[in-house]
């Protein structure tokens, strides 16, 4: 499968990682940073973890050249920091974070991401051992509940109404069935986007426990960091992108860390071209002090 690691250069740079280093891929995925992390590497490793057992053993297989000097865990971002106590691991290098779900979620129709792959279950989940889909919250959740959820997580300014026409249209089971009420209830205009993108973002990220996993990763940030470690995190959408600069902002200002990117970080033009997906990356960095 091709995988793309979104601002590998810029993500590389800013760790200034140390051929000695310990580090840690909160989320490996398919294993595209953390390969570029281990290739540098000579005595030090690679903590790779991800949510998705799926994705790991795909990145297991992927990442076998350099697996003497790669740990992988399954570890949600709230885990982090008990994963390392138990490596005996005081604090990390680096750490790298792509927040979001992975291209291999989004495009494998039975993850049940995509707007496109109508047949979809309604699904969502970042790893198949939660119990929770998304079908369960447009199923289960009050009109006010489902409007409450489509405005404060993707913003939605539709949200009652296209909560009120899910409701009337129970049960809901697949992608397919979503985005035709979405777009009944809401007909497509001018722009590009399906009109069902920011109910499917919100439904995904309630879901996953997105935000409150990333609240989680923020707060441990300087128990995972060693000093003079660095936190490099890539954000796709304006909630996490927030979220991360006033956090790393605050850490700045307490005294914790040095903000390295004092402005957000996008990727190149040539990235963009050659792997369209990364578009909409913001990348930020900090150095713990």
Same mark, same amino acid.
Request: hydrophobic share 45%; glycine share 6%; net charge positive.
């Given at each position: 499968?091709?995988?793309?690691?979104?601002?590998?250069?810029?993500?590389?740079?800013?760790?200034?990682?140390?051929?000695?280093?310990?580090? *840690?891929?909160?989320?490996?995925?398919?294993?595209?940073? +953390?390969?570029? !992390?281990? =290739?540098?590497?000579t005595s030090g490793r690679v903590i790779a973890c991800d949510r998705d057992a799926e994705s790991?053993?795909?990145?297991?297989?992927?990442?076998?050249?350099?697996?003497?000097? !790669? !740990?992988?865990?399954? @570890?949600?971002?709230? =885990?982090?920091?008990?994963?390392?106590?138990?490596?005996?691991? @005081?604090?990390?290098?680096?750490?790298? &974070?792509?927040?979001?779900?992975?291209?291999?979620?989004? +495009?494998?129709?039975?993850?049940?991401?995509?707007?496109?792959?109508? &047949?979809?279950? #309604?699904?969502?989940?970042?790893?198949?051992?939660?119990? #929770?889909?998304?079908?369960?919250?447009?199923?289960?959740?009050?009109?006010?509940?489902?409007?409450?959820?489509?405005?404060?997580?993707?913003?939605?300014?539709?949200?009652?109404?296209? &909560?009120?026409?899910?409701?009337?249209?129970?049960?809901?089971?697949?992608?397919?069935?979503?985005?035709?009420?979405?777009?009944?209830? @809401?007909?497509?205009?001018?722009?590009? #986007?399906?009109? @069902? +993108?920011?109910?499917?973002?919100?439904?995904?990220?309630?879901?996953?426990?997105?935000?409150? =996993?990333?609240?989680?990763? *923020?707060?441990?940030?300087?128990?995972?960091? &060693?000093?003079?470690?660095?936190? $490099?995190?890539?954000?796709?959408?304006?909630?996490? %992108?927030? !979220?991360?600069?006033?956090?790393?902002? %605050?850490?700045?200002?307490?005294?914790?860390?040095?903000?390295?990117?004092?402005? $957000?970080?996008?990727?190149?033009?040539?990235?963009?071209? =050659?792997?369209?997906?990364?578009?909409?990356?913001?990348?930020?960095?900090?150095?713990?002090?």
């Amino acid at each position: 499968m091709q995988h793309y690691p979104v601002m590998c250069e810029q993500v590389l740079s800013y760790l200034a990682v140390r051929a000695d280093g310990c580090y *840690l891929d909160a989320t490996c995925g398919l294993g595209g940073h +953390t390969r570029a !992390i281990a =290739e540098r590497l000579t005595s030090g490793r690679v903590i790779a973890c991800d949510r998705d057992a799926e994705s790991l053993e795909i990145a297991a297989r992927n990442l076998e050249p350099w697996s003497d000097r !790669i !740990i992988l865990r399954q @570890a949600l971002f709230s =885990e982090l920091e008990k994963l390392l106590a138990e490596l005996d691991v @005081a604090g990390v290098n680096g750490l790298v &974070a792509d927040l979001g779900p992975s291209y291999y979620q989004l +495009t494998n129709p039975e993850r049940g991401f995509s707007l496109y792959a109508s &047949a979809a279950p #309604l699904d969502m989940r970042m790893g198949r051992s939660q119990p #929770l889909t998304a079908a369960d919250l447009v199923n289960r959740l009050s009109e006010d509940e489902l409007a409450d959820l489509f405005y404060r997580l993707a913003g939605e300014r539709r949200a009652r109404k296209l &909560a009120r026409a899910l409701v009337r249209a129970r049960p809901v089971r697949t992608m397919g069935e979503l985005a035709r009420i979405v777009e009944s209830a @809401a007909p497509r205009g001018k722009g590009r #986007l399906h009109p @069902a +993108t920011r109910v499917a973002l919100a439904l995904r990220m309630a879901v996953n426990r997105e935000l409150e =996993e990333l609240e989680a990763l *923020l707060e441990a940030l300087p128990r995972l960091l &060693a000093p003079g470690g660095r936190a $490099v995190m890539v954000a796709f959408h304006s909630t996490e %992108d927030t !979220i991360v600069k006033h956090r790393f902002r %605050d850490l700045a200002r307490r005294g914790v860390v040095r903000l390295l990117s004092k402005h $957000v970080v996008r990727p190149q033009a040539q990235e963009v071209r =050659e792997n369209p997906p990364s578009r909409s990356a913001r990348l930020r960095a900090v150095e713990r002090i």
